[in-house]
C-alpha cells in the first residue's frame, strides 16, 4: 500500500531550541529538515515534505503567521499532501490548533505538536511527539476530525484542548472531555468523533481560499482584548477598551459567566459600541444562557447586548472574533458564529 504523504511545516519552539553559545537558556535554530532527519522512523509512518516556515517561540507567533501556514497547508492538502503536521512552540498549540479549525476545510488531518523540553534535555519528548503527529496525520481515522493537538500519545480536539501544565510532559489535555484517541503501536487509534463545527468559510458563506485571500491581504488584524474579571474588579480595562482602539472585547467571567454587579452598567456601554463577549475563566463548561438572573449575571449580560462564547475557552474566542472582524463579519454573523459553539 502506498504510504501517506505528510507536509511537515516548521515555524519554531522548544522541540526546535538548542543551548544558545553564552549559556542564557535555549533558543529556536532547527528547521524542518533538521527534526525530521532526528527521527530516522518517521519514514515508516509516512513520506515526509519538510518546509521551514519560521523559527519562533509559539508566544510571538501572529495571526498572520498562522494564515500563512494555513495558505500553505489549503495549497498542499488540495493537491499532493495527504496530511500536514504542524510544529511549534506549545505555549499557543491550543490557540493555532483552533485558528486552523475555523481557516481549513476538515476533511484530510492537519495535527499540530511540539515538545515540552528541548533536545538537549534529558528525556526530550520532541521526538515521539513528531512520529506520532506524523502518524495521525497519514492515518485514514483522522479524516474528518479538523485539526488535532498530539503531545504525549494523546490525539485532542482543537475546541477543547488546553495546556495544563507549565512543565510536564503529560501538560495538554481537554478538560471535560478527555482526548479523541491516542497513538499506540505505531497507528492512530481514534475513540471519539466530537460534533463538526463550520469553518469561517462556511459560517459566512465563502470558500476557504477568500477568506485566506482576505485576512492575508490584512496588515494589522483587528484588536480585540481579552479580560479575566477578578473578584472586586473595578472595570476600568473594560470602560477603557474601546478608546483605546479595541474593535471588541472578550470578558472571562466567573462561574458560568458572571461578574460583579458595578460592572453590568459598564457592560451596556462597551457593548453598545463594540462586539462583547462572554467566556468563563473557569477551564471546563459552557458559559450559561438562562439560569441565573441578577445583575451582572448571565442572563443579565446577555440582555445587555452581550454574546455567549458557549463552549469556547476565552482564548479561542478573542480569536474567532479577530477573525470574524478581520472579514468584515457583520453584528448577525458574529453572533450565529459564536451560536455554533453554544451546543
Do not use: C
Not at 164 to 172: D, N, P, R, V
Not at 209 to 224: E, G, S
Amino acid at each position: 500500500m502506498k504510504r501517506a504523504t505528510v507536509l511537515l511545516v516548521a515555524t519554531g519552539g522548544t522541540i526546535a531550541m538548542t543551548p544558545r553559545a553564552d549559556g542564557a537558556g535555549v533558543a529556536p535554530t532547527l528547521d524542518a529538515a533538521d527534526l525530521a532527519a532526528a527521527v530516522p522512523s518517521l519514514g515508516t509512518a509516512a513520506e515526509v515534505i519538510p518546509v521551514a516556515m519560521a523559527r519562533k517561540p509559539s508566544a510571538s507567533l501572529t495571526l498572520a503567521d498562522l494564515t500563512a501556514v494555513a495558505a500553505l497547508a489549503h495549497d498542499r492538502l488540495g493537491s499532493d499532501a495527504d496530511g500536514a503536521v504542524i510544529v511549534q512552540g506549545t505555549d499557543t498549540i491550543e490557540e493555532t490548533a483552533f485558528v486552523l479549525s475555523l481557516l481549513l476545510p476538515d476533511s484530510k488531518p492537519v495535527v499540530v505538536t511540539g515538545a515540552m523540553r528541548s533536545p538537549a534535555m534529558a528525556g526530550a519528548d520532541g521526538p515521539a511527539n513528531l512520529l506520532a503527529a506524523v502518524t495521525v496525520a497519514a492515518a485514514p481515522a483522522a479524516h474528518g476530525l479538523g485539526p488535532l493537538v498530539v503531545l504525549n500519545d494523546e490525539i485532542h480536539a482543537a475546541l477543547l484542548v488546553q495546556k495544563g501544565h507549565t512543565a510536564l510532559t503529560s501538560a495538554f489535555g481537554s478538560p471535560g472531555f478527555g482526548p479523541v484517541g491516542f497513538v499506540a503501536e505505531g497507528r492512530a487509534r481514534i475513540v471519539l468523533r466530537p460534533v463538526a463545527r463550520p469553518p469561517l468559510a462556511g459560517l459566512l458563506d465563502r470558500t476557504a481560499a477568500d477568506v485566506l485571500a482576505i485576512l492575508a491581504a490584512q496588515a494589522t488584524p483587528p484588536a480585540v482584548a481579552l479580560l479575566r474579571i477578578g473578584l472586586g474588579d473595578d472595570g476600568r480595562l473594560l470602560a477603557a477598551a474601546p478608546d483605546l482602539g479595541f474593535a471588541g472585547v472578550v470578558i472571562e467571567g466567573a462561574g458560568a459567566g458572571h461578574v460583579p454587579e458595578p460592572l453590568a452598567d459598564m457592560v451596556s456601554q462597551v457593548a453598545a459600541r463594540i462586539p462583547v463577549i462572554l467566556a468563563s475563566r473557569v477551564s471546563a463548561g459552557p458559559v450559561f444562557g438562562a439560569t441565573y438572573g441578577y445583575p451582572g449575571s448571565e442572563i443579565d449580560l446577555l440582555q445587555r447586548g452581550v454574546i455567549g462564547a458557549g463552549m469556547l475557552s476565552g482564548l479561542k474566542a478573542r480569536l474567532l472574533l479577530q477573525l470574524l472582524l478581520g472579514v468584515g463579519a457583520d453584528a448577525g454573523q458574529i453572533r450565529a458564529a459564536f451560536a455554533a459553539y453554544d451546543d
